[in-house]
């Protein structure tokens, strides 16, 4: 008597996917920055942080092992500094977007700098896979005399197999408020079959990317001096960078940025990083560790 033949059932898109928390709480003793207090849930992985050079700052990795985000996946990441506290965030590799048959991938940061904290977000770039929909949030808040530098990329897809601008639709909102309510909004809609969410300009580029960098206690003329130094590297490489700079309604610098080439885009980023954080604070340039 033969058995009966097991079938496999596909679940609902609806039930796929993992709920994902962050949390993480820096605070300052004496002159370095450690973590106060942490949390995470599945898929998210936590490692220590680490110590790079001679400002101490608490480098640390947000570490997602599945290597991405699928249809479904509802992931957060709430950040806080204390007062004084100095960390720079990166990602050991870019973020993944995989295709979706119908649900988001989605992913809410929220973030508070203490005053006098300084926050380096340098996460890797998002790689949007055809046919994925992906949402983003990410709010910043700042106390008095707080200082971000937070910078957030996307590249056009896999573009060597010849997925670029082939996603289904891209949602992204960045919100920085400073103590005195003023605020840098940057959002879009990005669907690449429809008319309005066209992605324009961009689309002969493969990487485009935003960084602001906002502190409430800094003076107009040294805004303006690393304005003038953005605006110089900027144009070294004309054809294969485009880039602009601005200084925004509330006291910071806000640079936009693209690229053809991925060589072309991460030198781009080390050297405006580089030029900031001389700018700011006669500190030399971070040589990260991704491992």
Known sequence: MSRPRKTHQTAPTKFVGRVGELRLNYARRDDRTFLAGSHCTTPWHLLPPIYLDEGNAAYTLLVNPSGGVVGG?????????????????????????????????????????????????????????????????????????????????????????????AFTDLENEIQITTASGGSIVERYVLDPTTDLGRVGLAGEWNYVASLYVVNDAVSSDVWNRLETKVAAILDKNPGQVLGGVSTPAVPGVAIKLLARTAPDFTHMLGDLWAVVREGLWNLPPVSLRKY
């Open 73 to 165: 996946d509802r992931l957060s990441i709430d950040l806080r500094l204390d007062a004084r506290a100095h960390v720079v965030i990166s990602t050991p590799s870019a973020n993944r977007v995989y295709r979706s048959l119908g649900e988001l991938s989605v992913q809410d940061i929220r973030i508070y700098v203490g005053a006098d904290a300084v926050l380096e977000w340098f996460p890797e770039h998002t790689i949007p896979f055809a046919g994925s929909r992906f949402r983003q949030t990410l709010h910043a808040e700042l106390a008095p005399g707080a200082t971000i530098l937070l910078w957030d990329a996307i590249a056009s897809g896999r573009i060597t197999r010849g997925e670029r601008w």
